[in-house]
């Protein structure tokens, strides 16, 4: 004959411990500080309008050159741009890279007693004058130069 089966509580068929939701909670709280770190903000940084500002103008010392034509760049408070020389007139880059950008934000370009700084990247590359302006952002002041041969650096 068999003996009756008696079923037997384990310990835990009741749910998750205390430790046990508290790890996860740590787990989570974590990765969520680690995805809000790592995010971009949403409104740039001043730092990303200088970077784009210094890939931009390379692209223009270098459309020049492999032209042969001299490329502009001229730099408002508001935004940046460039014209190419075609027929003997200056005409507006529209499409591409090499088209007018806006700063981001509440970014502001500071350019003295001028309300627009322009030069000219001749068919060797070369700037026909060095360009300096400030960068200006929720407070802080950046400022950035660009010499003959095309570098962009900034103070930051």
């Known amino acids: 004959m068999r ?36 995010m971009a903000d949403p409104r740039g940084r001043i730092a990303g309008d200088i970077d784009r500002f210094a890939g931009r103008a390379r692209a223009a010392r270098d459309s020049a050159i492999i032209a042969g034509k001299p490329v502009a760049l001229w730099v408002s408070p508001r935004a940046f741009g460039f014209e190419r020389r075609e027929q003997g007139q200056w005409q507006a880059v529209t499409d591409g890279p090499l088209a007018s950008s806006d700063w981001s934000g509440s970014t502001q370009a500071q350019l003295g007693a001028t309300t627009q700084l322009r030069i000219v990247f001749d068919s060797v590359g070369r700037a026909d004058q060095p360009l300096s302006f400030t960068l200006l952002r929720d407070g802080r002041e950046i400022a950035v130069r660009m010499d003959l041969n095309g570098k962009v650096t900034s103070s930051e």
Do not use: H
């Open 3 to 38: 003996a009756p089966s008696i079923p037997l509580k384990r310990a835990g068929e009741g749910g998750f411990t205390l430790i046990e939701l508290m790890v996860v909670l740590v787990i989570i709280g974590l990765l969520s500080g680690t995805v809000m770190l790592t």
